[in-house]
């Protein structure tokens, strides 16, 4: 991997550190070519500190460590990527990330559409609202609404109209969504329990 340490004039790069599973930003520090180095050979994401003067391995007082997984340089040669596994909170006042934002899987839309189920749901206008009608009428109603959209989807499978199918599966998709918070879930947790089924 080709670094250009030298194009800033103080032998330092940034280096851009996200989780390598949920892909959010946790820090940016500066590296030099030894701290690199030794990152590579540690595993251990180091830095050089511009305040100590000195190679910094980041946990190294705290024990949050940042296990390396992957390095990646940008299109100039001047800037870094790390992707990390990180061991306790990244930040040194105590948070997930330096920007006090929780380090959790993000879906999209998805997670946009969990929080609107959510406040749908707490609003309780049933007269007004299809989510919170559904809530109000209760789990087995719910349940009931998913085993109507999962056998409209595979007959929809069965059949050549893409469109159609994509539909149903949106509406399935949806409906479990609902199901989950009636059940106290979201999508967090299944991905919680793929996670621990993934070898």
């Known amino acids: 991997m080709k670094i250009d340490f030298n194009k800033n004039g103080d032998g330092l790069v940034p280096a851009i550190i996200q989780d390598a599973v949920t892909k959010n930003v946790l820090m940016l520090g500066y590296m030099n070519q030894e701290?690199?180095?030794k990152t590579q050979e540690t595993k251990k994401v180091t830095f050089f500190s511009r305040t100590?003067?000195?190679l910094w391995t980041k946990g190294e007082e705290s024990g949050n460590f940042l296990e390396l997984v992957d390095i990646k340089n940008d299109c100039d040669d001047d800037s870094l990527l790390i992707f990390v596994k990180p061991v306790g909170p990244t930040c040194h006042k105590g948070t997930d990330t330096c920007w006090n934002?929780?380090?959790t899987s993000n879906f999209g839309f998805l997670s946009q559409l969990e929080e609107v189920i959510t406040q749908r749901r707490e609003a309780s206008d049933s007269s007004k609202s299809y989510v919170a009608s559904l809530f109000e009428k209760g789990i087995?109603?719910?349940a009931q609404k998913v085993g109507e959209e999962a056998v409209e989807?595979?007959?929809e499978a069965m059949d050549d109209k893409d469109d159609l199918f994509l539909y149903e599966s949106a509406d399935l998709?949806?409906?479990y969504l609902i199901l989950l918070q009636a059940k106290g879930f979201t999508l967090k947790d299944i991905e919680a329990e793929l996670v621990k089924r993934h070898k």
């Open 101 to 103: 934002e929780e380090n």
């Open 140 to 142: 087995n109603k719910i």
């Open 153 to 155: 989807t595979v007959i």
């Open 35 to 37: 701290a690199f180095d």
């Open 52 to 54: 100590k003067k000195r």
């Open 173 to 175: 998709l949806f409906h």
